[in-house]
């Protein structure tokens, strides 16, 4: 079974920063994009960051360009994601995956909750 394991989320107040670490196995992480996504409370996943295999071409959605930067070391099969300026719309829970992701509900790990209030 398929075991993407995120760490690094917390409660932060406005203007904060967080770094997002998540840990894929080499099946899921070799060769292939990886991307950042998110659930905020009543609403879907969506994908917010991507970056390809080789770690030297990156996407974002509009509401995080210039405040997110993901990375990967494909050394250490981990995708990162830091966070800065962080605003309560952020607030969410934050999982990794391939870009994009399988079809399969159970391939999803289980996220870290990022919380951002004043």
């Known amino acids: 079974q398929v075991q993407l394991v995120e760490s690094g989320g917390g409660s932060v107040q406005p203007g904060g920063s967080l770094t997002l670490s998540c840990v894929a196995p080499?099946?899921?992480?070799?060769?292939?994009?990886m991307g950042w996504y998110r659930q905020a409370p009543g609403k879907e996943r969506l994908w917010i960051a991507r970056v390809n295999s080789d770690g030297d071409l990156t996407m974002y959605q509009d509401s995080v360009k210039g405040r997110f930067t993901i990375s990967r070391d494909n050394v250490k099969n981990t995708v990162t994601l830091q966070m800065n300026s962080l605003k309560p719309e952020d607030t969410a829970v934050y999982y990794c995956?391939?870009?994009?992701?399988?079809?399969?509900?159970?391939?999803w790990g289980q996220g870290t909750q990022v919380t951002v209030s004043s």
């Open positions: 995956n391939k870009s994009p992701p399988p079809p399969d509900s159970r391939s």
């Open positions: 080499p099946n899921v992480f070799n060769r292939n994009v």
